[in-house]
């Protein structure tokens, strides 16, 4: 039931715009019953998923070496420098610069 909802987000993490009432919308559900299928199946809430896969596709992006963080902070979806750094620590255990450093001595 999930399904074209989830591939949907898999294609469009990283527009800032994306929202879990969308998917629950692309999946003709509540925003509510959406929220509750998606933990049944995946044992993460949809909102969490977007942003794992925001912060991989961030990690991604800085391993590149292409963008700065700014720019990286923008493509992966999030609309604010300060929340994505955040996150980033608090998903990662590392700072973006951090993250960004570590890379670059081990090259």
């Given at each position: 039931?999930?399904?074209?909802?989830?591939?949907?987000?898999?294609?469009?993490?990283?527009?800032?715009?994306?929202?879990?009432?969308?998917?629950?919308?692309?999946?003709?559900?509540s925003e509510?019953?959406?929220?509750?299928?998606?933990?049944?199946?995946?044992?993460?809430?949809?909102?969490?998923?977007?942003?794992?896969?925001?912060?991989?596709?961030?990690?991604?992006?800085?391993?590149?070496?292409?963008?700065?963080?700014?720019?990286?902070?923008?493509?992966?979806?999030?609309?604010?420098?300060?929340?994505?750094?955040?996150?980033?620590?608090?998903?990662?255990?590392?700072?973006?610069?951090?993250?960004?450093?570590?890379?670059?001595?081990?090259?």
């Open positions: 039931m999930i399904n074209e909802s989830v591939e949907f987000a898999l294609k469009n993490f990283s527009d800032p715009l994306l929202t879990v009432e969308t998917l629950a919308d692309i999946a003709h559900i509510t019953y959406f929220r509750k299928l998606f933990k049944e199946e995946y044992g993460i809430s949809p909102k969490k998923y977007i942003v794992n896969l925001r912060i991989n596709y961030a990690k991604e992006l800085i391993s590149m070496g292409y963008y700065t963080l700014t720019e990286v902070s923008e493509l992966a979806g999030f609309n604010d420098y300060l929340y994505f750094s955040v996150t980033f620590k608090r998903l990662t255990g590392t700072t973006p610069s951090e993250y960004r450093k570590n890379l670059s001595n081990c090259r």
